[in-house]
């Protein structure tokens, strides 16, 4: 399985951008898709995560309520809606998935073993 983010671009601070993640290869029930997040000097942190075929969220308290991740099964597509940005938002987005995450381990990168490429979300002025 491959994946593929894209959707990045500069936005002022109050708007949208929706990022999407598509996985090209075959995904089972228990696909988890998750998203992260890295700024310029920072650690990788982690936005939010898509469970397994029930598909339950879970999100950082920083993005709570402001981004909210769904899923597209028919186009292989997980979105992660980004709405009310603000400019500590700026960062390398990426999607990242696995057959092997549990519910407890959500938010841990190394659970993941299939990343995409990032794409770059600026909130500026």
């Known amino acids: 399985v491959q994946l593929q983010a894209s959707g990045g671009g500069l936005v002022q601070p109050g708007g949208s951008l929706r990022l999407s993640c598509v996985a090209s290869?075959?995904?089972?029930?228990?696909?988890?898709v998750g998203w992260f997040r890295q700024a310029p000097g920072k650690d990788r942190e982690f936005v939010g995560s898509?469970?397994?075929?029930?598909?339950?969220?879970l999100y950082a308290d920083s993005v709570k309520g402001r981004f909210t991740i769904s899923r597209d099964r028919a186009r292989k597509t997980v979105y992660l809606q980004m709405n009310n940005l603000k400019p500590e938002d700026t960062s390398i987005y990426y999607c990242?998935?696995?057959?092997?995450?549990?519910?407890?381990?959500?938010?841990?990168?190394?659970?993941?073993?299939?990343w995409g490429q990032g794409t770059l979300v600026t909130v500026s002025s």
């Open positions: 990242a998935g696995s057959e092997s995450v549990i519910m407890s381990n959500q938010a841990n990168s190394n659970a993941y073993n299939v």
């Open positions: 290869g075959r995904t089972g029930s228990g696909w988890t």
């Open positions: 898509i469970f397994r075929s029930g598909g339950s969220t």
